[in-house]
């Protein structure tokens, strides 16, 4: 019994406690091998290791019953607790979320709603409830044979939404499957599963019409709804269509400025009318981050005595969120942008870092025309890359800056935020320093004075503005 206690995980069972009181030593050994106890953190969590074989408990210290599970693949936030029936003491355990769905503090509070009913004598398990309840929500010819719609809808919400997926992510398959797959939305996944045929057809027309890239997206974007549909749709074919199609080649983008490109990228920038856009393409330079996160910076995350901007919401959701040090290039741009913002969008500047007049209140598109600027977006990112390598950035730190996934066991180990505030942001600070000399190096000494930008101070960036807002 205890063996089958221990082993069935963050499943539901109900086990009389006098019949586990034959078992109290042996469950007292196999806890102590097994389970760890300390206070429960976003970061805490992250940093408990896979189990090598079977699975383990970290308990929390500050809310008694509440745990993670922590298995080969997964980690799970769990509640145990104990209720009274007929007179006898049973143990209740559940689960209460998969670690991503929910933030560790927002876990611990659902737990102890569900504590509190299970102290209250109620068994708050799914599968003691009425099925009457659940019975008349459930759309039983739609889970049989779902169409696309209802399939990307429900992934949609019952996946990529509850694991905190990115706006920008959602946005990009929402765009596959409701604009390239559009004439599909009411067909049933059936159709394409028992004629795979259909998939390879729209795969050559996609690569045919919008290119190898985006055809082999939209693909994957079918191939992620149409597993996750088959979950519940069990008699959908059990070959996923897309598996039909040859896919595309890629091939990483080398579309990097290196350090003799800079010069006439800067001039390139410096011409640029709008200076909000201005500042934020030199931003994204000086960063190396995603436009996505960029353009949604917001003031109140920028702090200028930490020297740090905070991404709630990057690629991957809030679980992945992060800071970015600042160079000294980096918050002089801020504090420029914050001028002109003021000055040229005064009710949108209160929340934005880069504010324009839009319906959102931020910039909602970065891109130029290439004449304009010959490089911007991913292209900064990869000369961000690029050029951190010739400043003599060592590897590890690149990935941090980019708040890349690190690379390696022993790497995991390491904690960002106790690098942030010295030696990260003096390596940020090289690769800045790199690209400004870049981009001035062959300019004698009167242009650098008549051209002083972007090393321009903020208290002169309002000097000469121009009125038009681009």
């Known amino acids: 019994m205890v063996a089958f206690f221990v082993l069935c995980g963050y499943r539901s069972v109900e086990i009389p406690t006098d019949r586990m009181h034959r078992n109290r030593r042996i469950n007292a050994v196999l806890i102590a091998m097994t389970d760890l106890r300390l206070s429960l953190t976003d970061r805490a969590v992250a940093n408990l290791q896979a189990a090598t074989s079977g699975q383990y408990f970290a308990r929390d210290t500050d809310l008694p019953g509440f745990m993670v599970l922590v298995g080969k693949r997964r980690k799970t936030f769990v509640v145990q607790g104990e209720r009274r029936k007929a007179g006898k003491r049973l143990s209740v355990r559940m689960k209460v979320a998969e670690v991503g769905e929910l933030t560790t503090r927002a876990a611990r509070a659902k737990a102890k709603d569900i504590l509190g009913k299970i102290a209250n004598g109620v068994d708050p398990r799914p599968s003691r409830q009425k099925p009457e309840a659940d019975a008349a929500a459930v759309d039983l010819p739609s889970i049989g044979n779902p169409t696309l ?111 003799s490109d800079l010069e006439g990228w800067f001039n390139q920038l410096a011409a640029l009318k709008n200076p909000v856009r201005r500042e934020f393409h030199l931003f994204m330079l000086l960063s190396g981050h995603r436009p996505e996160a960029i353009r949604k910076a917001r003031v109140e995350h920028v702090n200028f005595r930490a020297r740090l901007l905070h991404i709630p919401r990057p690629k991957g959701g809030e679980i ?11 918050i002089r741009c801020l504090v420029r942008v914050m001028r002109i913002g003021r000055a040229l969008y005064a009710d949108q500047s209160r929340d934005w870092l880069f504010p324009a007049d839009s319906g959102s209140g931020h910039m909602v598109e970065h891109k130029e025309k290439r004449d304009d600027l010959s490089k911007w977006g991913n292209d900064l990112r990869q000369t961000f890359r690029t050029i951190a390598q010739a400043a003599g950035v060592a590897e590890l730190d690149v990935h941090l800056l980019m708040n890349h996934s690190i690379p390696g066991v022993n790497a995991g180990y390491i904690t960002r935020n106790k690098l942030l505030s010295d030696h990260l942001r003096q390596q940020q600070e090289a690769v800045s320093r790199r690209m400004l000399e870049a981009g001035r190096s062959r300019q004698n000494d009167s242009q650098r004075r008549t051209s002083a930008w972007p090393k321009l101070p903020a208290r002169r960036i309002l000097d000469g503005l121009t009125s038009g807002k681009n």
Do not use: Q
């Open 149 to 259: 719609r209802i399939a990307w809808e429900r992934y949609r919400d019952g996946h990529m939404n509850k694991k905190g997926r990115s706006e920008g992510t959602i946005n990009n398959y929402r765009d596959h499957v409701e604009r390239l797959l559009a004439d599909w939305l009411d067909e049933p996944l059936s159709k394409f599963g028992n004629d795979p045929a259909l998939v390879t057809a729209r795969h050559e027309k996609l690569t045919k019409e919008n290119g190898a890239y985006i055809a082999n997206g939209c693909m994957r974007t079918l191939r992620a709804v149409y597993n996750h549909a088959r979950k519940a749709a069990r008699s959908l074919p059990a070959d996923n269509p897309v598996s039909a199609i040859d896919w595309n080649a890629e091939h990483r983008r080398n579309s990097a400025l290196g350090l």
């Open 320 to 330: 992945k969120a992060f800071d970015i040090p600042l160079s000294n290039a980096m």
